[in-house]
C-alpha cells in the first residue's frame, strides 16, 4: 500500500479533518519522481504552464509580490513565478511531490521559491491577509470540499490583492475531451485522473468567490489541438478554464 494512502487508513480521523482525498494523495504520490520529466504525464502541465504563468503576469506583474502556489505539486508553476521575481511558498499535502519540487529548486537554483507541507485551510488560519497574489491551478477538481479551497484561498490574499483559479468545467463536452479523450484514446494523462463528479462548473466557482469577496475580473478558457499538439487561451470555458479574481478592499 504506498505510504500516504496507508498513513489515511492508520489515521481514518485525518479524512474528516483535511479537504483531501487519500486515494488523489496516493495517485499522485506514485507519479511524484516524474513530475519534471516533461515527457510524462506531466508533459500537459508543461506544455500549459507558460499559457497560465504570462495570463497571470499580464494582470499581475509578480516580481516583488509575495506569491502563494496552493495544490503546487512538483513546482512547475512556483518554480517559474519565483523566475518572474515574486517571492513565493508553495503548498501542497503530498510529501514526495514536495520534496521533488524542493529539489529541483536547489538543482536549477531558483531563488525565492519555498516548499511546505500544510492544508490551505490550515495556513488561513495562521497566516490570514498575507499574499499578494495566491493561485489554485488544477486542483480544485480534486478535493473533496473545493468551496472550502476557494474560502481559504480569499482569506489568505490580502485585501486588493488577486486569486487565480483553473479547474475542468463540467459537463458532456468535458468529460468527452478531457476524460475519453485525454485519458483514454490520446493517453495524454494516466486513465482515473479526472472524475467527472469532482469537475466545477463556472457559476458554482464564480458562487464560491462571491461567498469569499472575491470579484470576478477576467475569464479564459484554454484549448488543444491533437494534431499539432499546441494549447492557447480563448474565450470558451466549456471545458479548462481560467479564473481571475480580486480581493475586495
Not at 489568505?156 to 478531457?178: D, I, Q
Request: aromatic residues 8%.
Amino acid at each position: 500500500m504506498p505510504l500516504c494512502r496507508r498513513f489515511f487508513a492508520d489515521n481514518p480521523s485525518m479524512t474528516s479533518t483535511l479537504n483531501a482525498d487519500p486515494a488523489e494523495l496516493a495517485k499522485f504520490s506514485e507519479l511524484a519522481h516524474r513530475w519534471w520529466d516533461t515527457e510524462s504525464e506531466f508533459r500537459p502541465l508543461h506544455q500549459i504552464n507558460p499559457l497560465r504563468l504570462d495570463w497571470i503576469n499580464a494582470m499581475v506583474p509578480l516580481q516583488g509580490k509575495r506569491v502563494l502556489d496552493v495544490g503546487c505539486g512538483g513546482g512547475i508553476l512556483s518554480d517559474s513565478m519565483a523566475r518572474k521575481g515574486a517571492q513565493v511558498l508553495g503548498i501542497d499535502l503530498s510529501t514526495k511531490a514536495l520534496k521533488v519540487a524542493q529539489l529541483h529548486a536547489l538543482e536549477a537554483q531558483t531563488a525565492n521559491v519555498s516548499y511546505r507541507e500544510v492544508a490551505v485551510e490550515a495556513l488561513a488560519d495562521e497566516q490570514p491577509a498575507s499574499f499578494d497574489v495566491v493561485t489554485c491551478m488544477e486542483m480544485l477538481e480534486h478535493v473533496p470540499d473545493p468551496a472550502s479551497v476557494v474560502r481559504a484561498c480569499a482569506a489568505l490574499v490580502k485585501p486588493g490583492g488577486w486569486v487565480f483559479f483553473s479547474t475542468l468545467n463540467r459537463n458532456p463536452k468535458s468529460y468527452l475531451l478531457a476524460v475519453v479523450g485525454a485519458e483514454y484514446v490520446l493517453k495524454m494523462l494516466p486513465r482515473g485522473t479526472h472524475e467527472y463528479a469532482k469537475m466545477v462548473r463556472p457559476s458554482e466557482l464564480a458562487s464560491y468567490c462571491r461567498a469569499g469577496s472575491l470579484d470576478l475580473q477576467r475569464t479564459s478558457g484554454m484549448a488543444y489541438n491533437p494534431i499539432t499538439q499546441r494549447y492557447w487561451l480563448n474565450s470558451d470555458t466549456s471545458v479548462n478554464y481560467l479564473f481571475a479574481t480580486r480581493k475586495a478592499d
